[in-house]
């Protein structure tokens, strides 16, 4: 899971709390708050973050960056039996 630590970042300022007041308001560490706003943690367990999300106003989803797109071949669609594959 990949958290965007800017947008989180942002709607902490936004509300005049540094991280400390943070830590206090949403009972997760200032080091934790500290390594996901960073972006050197994306937490594997979500509750974190969702507590953080509601702490600050934000809804869960707001939080998770899309995961990059499979770089595999898409699926050859609409050919018809007996037709010539590429």
């Known amino acids: 899971m990949r958290i965007d630590h800017m947008k ?3 709607a902490r ?3 005049g709390w540094n991280q400390m ?3 206090l308001h949403s009972g997760i560490s200032v080091y934790t708050i500290s390594r996901i706003e960073t972006g050197r943690r994306s937490p594997k367990n979500p509750q974190p973050v969702k507590r953080l999300a509601e702490t600050l106003g934000l809804s869960f ?3 998770i960056l899309r995961e990059p797109e499979d770089d ?6 609409g050919v018809s039996a007996g037709e010539d594959r590429p």
């Open 72 to 77: 595999a071949e898409p699926a050859v669609v």
């Open 8 to 10: 989180m970042k942002e």
């Open 61 to 63: 989803r707001s939080l």
């Open 13 to 15: 300022l936004k509300k």
């Open 21 to 23: 007041q943070l830590a």
